[in-house]
């Protein structure tokens, strides 16, 4: 499949170990799913692999941790400045890889070269402490060291962003690493790391290996080289990782699903509020991490919010990412438009009413029409499970305190978000919330100047910010007796 990329070395098909690009025997085919036209293979590699990376890693640690912070941050800021240089070419692979639409390609790029710049500053500022010693004679200097070898699990939804959301902070610290990127999204991982080398990356502080998920995931949890594994992905999965890393005493940094909730209080200006939920719902057809699942609003402008929010979605142009116009592009693949299915057609089977939408689209065998329900109730699966496609649930509410309650009742707490003009409602919300981010008249949260992450079993730490630094540093605490 051609991409017409204006620079086709972009389009890499083998992966990378200590500056190599290396071939295999057995190779895995990647698709798009707009036109399920094969793009090109990568490698399909294994443990060996996957261990002769990590070493490679391993071996570049001393020399790039002994540069200094605005050495290394150099580095990430040419960095930053081919990507955007190449963004047209990096958002065709994008796109032709997850079938997001070109304007949300060109977007995540944008915000995918923002963490070279945020940690690239930060790296410099990987700040230790003196503390008062108890003896007028004694020192205590408490001193920031990157860990080491660190390793990283990527998804496919948001291959570019979720990539250098990992890569920034533990190369600005000092820290070298081996990444995985997901099976359907190989190539903008790829793109990534070439244009790496371009800015002076040495061999070995990133390697990339494509491959038996299985197999290197187990060199990544058990080889004692590696002291990370930051993973972006499900909570299943998630949980397999903490058990392995968890048996070796090896720290996993984990972001994992959710079930946001949206409540839209009956002040909310509706127009405003519907506008704010496609943004958060309908982004990347749904198939994000934080989009929202439960849409809860208040019974007094119940209807009104219905109606509003039917007219624009029944709207929504679908088609193939690369046409312009398009708002819903393609589900990943099979099992994506099957699961959207099956949470459909339960939710009717239980009363749910579908609006708009609620079936396959005619335009391919991954696409969905975009669907509005109501009468969700908390027994769906809808409710229960991400449903990761461009599906609208519906849940009615009486009181704040019904809101919450039910926007609470998961085991899961990434994003949430709420829409009122009440002040003082807003902050009583977001406090209540059981969520690591909260978006308040908003559907938009992602920056790369906040921390990303969730609690109860969204995960453990945070991605961005200043505190995205902190999983890939150790503390050290020197004594010094004078």
């Known amino acids: 499949m051609a991409l017409n990329l204006n620079s086709p070395d972009l389009l890499r098909t083998n992966a990378l170990v200590n500056g190599a690009w290396r071939s295999a025997e057995k ?103 003196v503390i008062p010693a108890k003896q007028h004679d004694r020192r205590i200097i408490v001193a920031k060291e990157p860990v080491g070898v660190t390793a990283a699990i990527t998804p496919w939804n948001f291959p570019i962003a979720c990539v250098t959301r990992k890569i920034a902070p533990a190369l600005a610290v000092g820290c070298t690493q081996v990444l995985k990127p997901a099976p359907e999204t190989p190539f903008t991982a790829l793109a990534l790391a070439y244009l ?67 409540i839209v209080f009956g002040d909310a200006d509706v127009d405003d509020a519907v506008s704010e939920v496609i ?15 439960r849409i809860l609003v208040q019974s007094d402008i119940f209807d009104k919010f219905t109606e509003r929010l039917c007219d624009q979605v029944a709207a929504m142009s679908v088609g193939s990412g690369e046409e312009d116009g398009v708002a819903i592009g393609p589900l990943i693949n099979a099992r994506a438009v099957e699961k959207v299915s099956a949470h459909i057609e339960d939710a009717v089977g239980k009363g749910a009413e579908v609006k708009v939408g609620g079936a396959p689209h005619g335009r391919g065998a991954y696409f969905y029409q975009p669907t509005v329900l109501t009468g969700a109730k908390n027994d769906m699966l809808l409710a229960r499970e991400e449903t990761f496609g461009p599906v609208a649930a519906l849940f009615r509410f009486e009181s704040d305190e019904d809101a919450i309650a039910l926007a609470n009742d998961t085991p899961t707490g990434l994003a949430a978000y709420l829409y009122t003009a009440d002040l003082s409602r807003a902050f009583r919300a977001a406090e209540a919330l059981q969520s690591g981010m909260v978006g308040v008249n908003t559907g938009i949260i992602s920056t790369e100047v906040a921390p990303f992450g969730g609690v109860k079993e969204s995960g453990i730490g945070r991605e961005g910010s200043r505190y995205g630094l902190d999983d890939f540093l150790e503390t050290k605490a020197v004594h010094v007796k004078l």
């Open 27 to 129: 190779r895995q085919d990647v698709y798009d799913p707009a036109t399920e036209q094969i793009i090109a293979s990568v490698p399909y590699w294994g443990g060996s692999e996957a261990t002769e990376a990590v070493q490679a890693a391993e071996a570049a640690f001393p020399e790039w941790r002994a540069r200094t912070a605005e050495e290394r941050a150099n580095i990430l800021l040419a960095w930053k400045g081919l990507v955007l240089q190449h963004k047209e070419d990096l958002a065709r692979i994008l796109t032709a890889e997850c079938g997001k639409p070109m304007d949300q390609s060109l977007g995540e790029v944008a915000y995918g070269a923002s963490f070279f710049q945020w940690f690239a500053e930060e790296g410099k500022r990987a700040y230790g402490d």
């Open 196 to 262: 790496g080398e371009q800015a002076g990356l040495p061999p070995g502080v990133l390697n990339v290996v494509t491959g038996d998920a299985s197999a290197i995931g187990e060199v990544f949890t058990s080889h004692p080289a590696v002291r990370v594994v930051t993973f972006t992905g499900s909570t299943a999965v998630g949980k397999l990782l903490a058990e392995a890393c968890g048996r070796h005493v090896k720290r996993a940094a984990l972001e994992l699903g959710g079930n946001a909730p949206f």
């Open 279 to 293: 943004a958060s719902k309908f982004r990347n057809s749904g198939q994000t991490c934080v989009c929202a699942n």
